[in-house]
């Protein structure tokens, strides 16, 4: 037999909603594409054994990793948790 009694279901709801962008800011798009495409290059390359080829392809990663880092310190990062700053630019 089914138990057709009524059951409540408890849930867990954080004090304040996080940022709603979800990182989709300059700086993250930056960073993301640059690192993809650095990494692409470093893949071709280890498929073709051009080793100066992987280097170029693991600079162009710290490139994007530094410039990313550096759009967000510049205002283009999603702002810190606890500000109503909307990232408008």
Not at 8 to 35: C, D, K, Q
Request: proline letters at 6%; aromatic letters at 6%; glycine letters at 12%.
């Amino acid at each position: 037999m089914a138990d057709s009694s009524a059951q409540t279901e408890i849930s867990y709801l954080p004090p304040s909603s996080p940022p709603a962008n979800h990182g989709h800011t300059r700086a993250a798009w930056f960073t993301t594409i640059v690192v993809v495409l650095g990494s692409t290059i470093a893949g071709v390359a280890m498929c073709i054994a051009m080793m100066w080829m992987i280097w170029v392809g693991a600079a162009v990663v710290l490139v994007g990793l530094v410039g990313g880092k550096a759009l967000a310190v510049a205002g283009y990062g999603q702002a810190p948790l606890g500000t109503a700053d909307t990232n408008t630019h």
